[in-house]
């Protein structure tokens, strides 16, 4: 090398070296003041909560305060904040999954960073407040994450003018509101990536979305969008994810795929997309995520005529579901590269061919292959030789015989095989070879016997419905330590339960509808401190009642024949939502503690008992109850007042007890009312008082029958009973709590016998006024109640006509007016009820013609006994010209004591008898002076 050259190269080698040592001692710029005082009044306006929903946040800024206090201003080292590192300004800020509680408002000092590129506040808990518009203020931003923040109300329009933006996330905020699609995104002409999944949008997706020639990303997944896909954001040159999930009125078709399309992932789950599924959807070579379920695609042969040379290279998530395949595809022969398919929903039916479990798709972790029509394996020893097999879930097929569970490989978590007609396992061992099993579901199969006991990973054993008495090894099965629920419902255990071996991390124990006797080495209380739920209903277990630990949320034990009072200890349980102790053989008072629940208590059910005194009278103002039912019992005393203060009420039932009471007149003010009983007590008095607040919009069930009730019908009370008045208004469901999630019942005397309604449908609608006391006229009002199914007046002192309005009454299918004193006519509109089975007006004073109808002619002779005025089909008595005349009740106070008489005679004995009493105590209490100047003696 020339020596110039060399002199050069020194030369310039240490100029370098003076340069690099100049710009490392060179000190960085340190964060502004002003913007240090604004991140730290921001994360001053929030409090640090990790308990509200996510328990795995980490709270950022709570380092901010620590390195301030000891004189650390500089923000640009802060945790979650990003500098300039020529400016010192602050440009970034991840704030995600910090912790933060609390509201933005427009005043934050967030938004005094006017150079901030890059905000990420997702996953914390902003308490559904508003975006405000300030955040306009950011006009630099071209990245915004709020997805999952809580935050609600309409997006403001000047997220639109954040031209910069190149990604926007406000996903999963299911409060939040889009309004116009085209209107967010107008002035976004730089957006890259669009995520919106979750947000309430409601709108069509906009053709303009198609311009957006940088897009990558656009996942819009269960927003409400409705209308026509626009088909040419499918061939977008940039577009990788395309995400729009769950918009059931999204309707589209799919286009023809060109090769050079690089989409990755495409999910049209549970839309309604048509047409084919063309060819060219092979041309999507870059795919790993594929949805194509729940569509209504006519054309699937590119699915299933696709030969096993078709294949998607790289796709590992394949998601088929709901598509009425009836066979497996069999491209999938070679996709060796899934990690998840899902076949589940389709009729696919036969055996699963042996290729689907080949030692190649080492990678599979997930398959779903229920609601099928399966009926097993290849008889094959390695058939389920999956070696990262983490899921199978195979329920509703139709597998039979018996599973062979070494052939379930040894990385199995959960295992779903329920509701098929499996018998039992072949070559069980006493404990399954399963060590990493947390989920085992068996329910509804043909289990018989004992069962080999799970391995000690299970955390969720499900096993109802089957024909098992026990477990192998029965001294050492529930020695489970992570075990959170067990269901052994509807099965056949029997003898006592070895209370001492289920283990302390049981939260919920199922063991109802078995053959139970009792507890072995039982105690006073239940030796499981975290259980939420037991259900022990439907036994034989005696005794006295266990004693729940104190977080017990569900306590179900009805159904057996525990004995004695209920323990004061009960009060204690603070947390119970749900208590059922009906029908058993508990004797004893009631303690007035027990208000002390009202809290927390939902439903308490203390039918078919033994327990007297009064019920307590301390229902406190905001208590939850939604059911009270302590029907037969031997209760006495008056119906609490203070069951006002529980306006969540839609159940209550006292029937069959001892309670002498008025009617009462509280009882409007409980808005949700559904079901009213107040059956077989020594209620008495009139429903007549007009304060009485009879609102009651929601009644549908109303028996206040074999009581002592007087006076008139309540019309006013009918006249507001709305949902009454409503006739196949709803679709057929049934009367349930949606929190506990149990079904009402109810017992009620239909269609002349006493029935137990184990499930009461929503639309049953009941009014049972009979066997008491009240007279006067049937009101008109009633035929406006045009939902009712039951309607019992009978044995009461009802007079006057039948009126016609009842005929409105389309869907009536039991009317019994027997046992009363009502005359005239039976209305000939009656015969429009073409659903009524049960007609009843027996032992009245009615005369005329029966109607004539196929209903009317199906009723026995019976129904129209004790009417000797009555004829035609069914009876035998042919109808003539010399029929009684009924009274005239319009002149009724200004006849002849003669004239009187002889109509009473034309009507019959009885009849007559019984109308003569009645108006006699009419004309006596109303027309005293006429009575008197008629009938005196003179001297």
Not at 863 to 885: E, H, T
Not at 917 to 929: E, N
């Amino acid at each position: 090398m020339p020596t110039c050259f060399r002199f050069l190269f020194s030369d310039l080698l240490v100029l370098f070296l003076l340069l690099l040592t100049a710009s490392l001692s060179s000190p960085q710029p340190l964060c502004h003041q002003d913007e240090s005082l604004a991140l730290m009044q921001f994360m001053d306006s929030f409090i640090i909560d990790n308990h509200t929903f996510l328990s795995s946040c980490y709270p950022k800024t709570a380092s901010w305060r620590v390195e301030a206090e000891h004189g650390r201003a500089d923000c640009c080292s802060w945790d979650g904040v990003e500098c300039d590192p020529h400016t010192g300004h602050v440009i970034g800020l991840d704030l995600s999954d910090g912790c933060l509680y609390g509201s933005i408002n427009s005043n934050s000092s967030l938004f005094r960073l006017s150079h901030l590129l890059s905000l990420n506040l997702a996953f914390n808990y902003f308490n559904y407040s508003k975006i405000p518009s300030t955040i306009g203020n950011l006009s630099r931003l071209t990245y915004l994450n709020l997805s999952q923040s809580y935050v609600s109300g309409d997006v403001p329009s000047e997220v639109s003018c954040l031209s910069k933006l190149s990604s926007l996330d406000l996903s999963y905020n299911d409060d939040l509101n889009i309004g116009s699609l085209t209107r967010l995104v107008q002035n976004l002409t730089c957006l890259e990536e669009i995520l919106l999944s979750g947000v309430n949008i409601s709108s069509s997706v906009p053709e303009s979305l198609a311009n957006l020639s940088s897009l990558r990303t656009l996942r819009l997944g269960s927003c409400g969008l409705y209308g026509e896909f626009p088909i040419r954001i499918f061939q977008l040159p940039q577009l990788r994810v395309l995400i729009i999930a769950n918009n059931e009125d999204l309707t589209g078709q799919l286009p023809e795929f060109h090769s050079s399309n690089v989409l990755q992932a495409l999910s049209l789950y549970h839309t309604n997309f048509s047409g084919s599924i063309p060819n060219s959807l092979w041309n999507l070579t870059q795919l790993t995520v594929l949805y194509l379920s729940r569509n209504s695609f006519d054309d699937l042969s590119c699915l299933t005529k696709a030969s096993s040379n078709h294949t998607f290279p790289h796709l590992q998530y394949l998601g088929l579901f709901s598509l009425n395949l009836t066979k497996f595809p069999n491209f999938l022969r070679n996709q060796n590269k899934l990690v998840l398919l899902d076949l589940s929903g389709n009729n696919i039916q036969g055996i699963i061919p042996k290729w689907m479990f080949h030692a190649s798709k080492e990678n599979l972790q997930y398959l779903y292959l229920f609601n099928n029509l399966l009926t097993g394996f290849k008889n094959s020893r390695d058939v389920l030789r999956l070696p990262n097999l983490r899921m199978l879930h195979l329920h509703n097929n139709m597998l039979q015989g018996s599973l062979l569970i070494s052939q379930i490989p040894p990385s199995i978590q959960d295992l779903d095989l329920s509701n098929n007609f499996l018998t039992g396992f072949e070559n069980s061992r006493d404990v399954l070879p399963l060590p990493n099993l947390r989920m085992l579901d068996l329910e509804n199969n043909r289990l018989q016997g004992s069962l080999p006991i799970p391995p000690p990973s299970i955390q969720y054993l499900y096993l109802s419905n089957n024909f098992l008495t026990g477990f192998e090894n029965s001294r050492d099965v529930l020695h489970w330590p992570n075990l959170r629920v067990l269901d052994l419902r509807n099965n056949r255990l029997q003898g006592s339960l070895p209370i001492s071996q289920i283990p302390p991390s049981i939260q919920y124990l199922y063991l109802s509808n078995n053959f139970l006797t009792g507890f072995e080495n039982s105690r006073d209380v239940l030796p499981l401190p975290n259980l939420r739920m037991l259900d022990i209903q439907n036994n034989k277990l005696q005794g006295s009642l266990p004693i729940p630990p104190p977080y017990v949320q569900f306590y179900r034990v009805n159904k057996n024949a525990f004995t004695g009072e209920i323990s004061p200890l009960f009060c204690n349980l603070r947390s119970l939502v749900d208590l059922d102790l009906s029908y058993n053989n508990l004797s004893g008072k009631l303690h007035p503690c027990f208000c002390n629940l009202s809290q927390s208590l939902i439903v308490f059910e203390l039918r078919s008992n033994n327990i007297g005194g009064t019920i307590p009278n301390a229902w406190a103002k905001g208590c939850s109850l939604k059911v009270m039912n302590l029907n037969h019992n031997q209760l006495q005393g008056r119906l609490p007042r203070s069951l006002a203060n529980c306006k969540e009420l839609e159940y209550l039932d006292v029937g069959y007890n001892k309670i002498h009471d008025t009617f009462p007149l509280w009882l409007g003010t409980l808005p949700e009312l559904k079901i009213f009983i107040l059956r077989s007590n020594g209620f008495y008095g009139a429903i007549r008082n007009i304060q009485i607040n009879c609102t009651l919009s929601n009644l549908h069930i109303i028996d206040l029958s074999h009581n002592n009730f007087s006076g008139d019908l309540p019309a006013e009370c009918f006249q507001q009973w709305n949902a009454m008045k409503l006739f196949g208004a709803k679709k057929l469901q049934y009367m349930m709590d949606d929190y506990v999630g149990i079904l009402y019942s109810i017992s009620l005397t239909a269609k002349g016998i006493e029935l137990e309604y184990e499930r009461i449908q929503d639309e049953l609608i009941v009014i049972d006024l009979s066997c008491n006391r009240f007279e006067g006229e049937i009101p008109e009002v009633v035929g406006s109640l045009k939902g009712l199914h039951i309607l019992n007046f009978s044995n009461n002192a009802l007079s006057g006509h039948i009126p016609s309005s009842l005929a409105n009454l389309t869907g009536l299918e039991s009317l019994d007016l027997s046992q009363n004193k009502l005359f005239g006519e039976i209305p000939p509109q009656l015969a429009q009820l073409t659903f009524l089975e049960i007609f009843k007006v027996f032992n009245n004073c009615l005369i005329g013609p029966i109607p004539h109808g196929s209903q009317f002619e199906r009723f026995p002779n019976s129904s129209f006994d004790g009417n000797p005025g009555l004829c035609g089909s069914p009876l035998s008595k042919a109808c003539g010209d010399s029929l009684p005349k009924p009274p005239n009740e319009g002149n009724q106070g200004l006849v002849s004591p003669f004239e009187f008489g002889w109509k009473v005679v034309a009507i019959g004995y009885g009849c007559g008898f019984v109308i003569g009493i009645v108006i006699g105590q009419w004309v006596i209490a109303r027309k005293q002076d006429w009575f008197v100047n008629i009938f005196r003696i003179k001297k």
